[in-house]
């Protein structure tokens, strides 16, 4: 085997763990930046979420108003009482439910917020676990890279930067190799 000079062997593994290093290190910062946009995105449906269900729970009760009115409208037409009694436990029993169909549309909404705003912060903590396995990897690879030069180093058929090999121009081994 002809001898491969160990400055050429710790050069060729030291540019293969500079690139593995880059590669893993970038790739976290991509996956990190994605995840980070997804958080964003979250957040900002979370908003709308929010804001849709506030404008539900508008309109339920504008609705409500207009329901009540026509109730009060029609026991007026009908010569009723509707101060008391039945009529106006009906108008109140109307109103009751009308606004429980306003705060359920608001807890809808944010209920729903609340699960994409922990979406967010998952994806937030999703994203720094990225960048810290980049540098992980990129930290394993460069050891994995420092012990295959050292192991060539120590093989049979390389001398320390001369270009010649072991045992010098006329073959051989070093000594304790057979």
């Known amino acids: 085997m002809p001898a491969i000079p160990i400055g050429y062997a710790i050069a060729a593994f030291a540019l293969a763990a500079g690139a593995a290093t880059a590669g893993t290190i970038l790739s976290g910062q991509a996956q990190a930046a994605a ?4 958080a964003k ?27 009540l009115g026509s109730q009060r409208a029609a026991a007026a037409k009908a010569n009723l009482d509707i101060g008391a ?49 980049s540098y992980i990897g990129a930290a394993g690879s460069i050891i994995g890279s420092a012990g295959s030069a ?7 058929g390389t001398t320390a930067g001369t270009g010649t090999p072991a045992g010098g121009a006329t073959g051989g081994t070093r000594a304790g190799y057979s």
């Open 35 to 38: 995840a980070k946009d997804a």
């Open 41 to 67: 995105a979250a957040l900002a449906e979370a908003s709308v979420r929010n804001a849709e269900s506030q404008h539900a729970a508008r309109q339920i009760r504008r609705r409500n108003m207009l329901i």
């Open 150 to 156: 050292i192991y060539i180093s120590k093989s049979p």
């Open 85 to 133: 009694g039945s009529v106006a436990d009906f108008i109140e029993d109307s109103a009751i439910q009308g606004e429980l169909d306003a705060l359920a549309a608001l807890y809808s909404g944010k209920a729903a917020g609340g699960l994409l705003a922990a979406r967010a912060s998952s994806l937030r903590s999703q994203a720094k676990s990225y960048v810290t396995g």
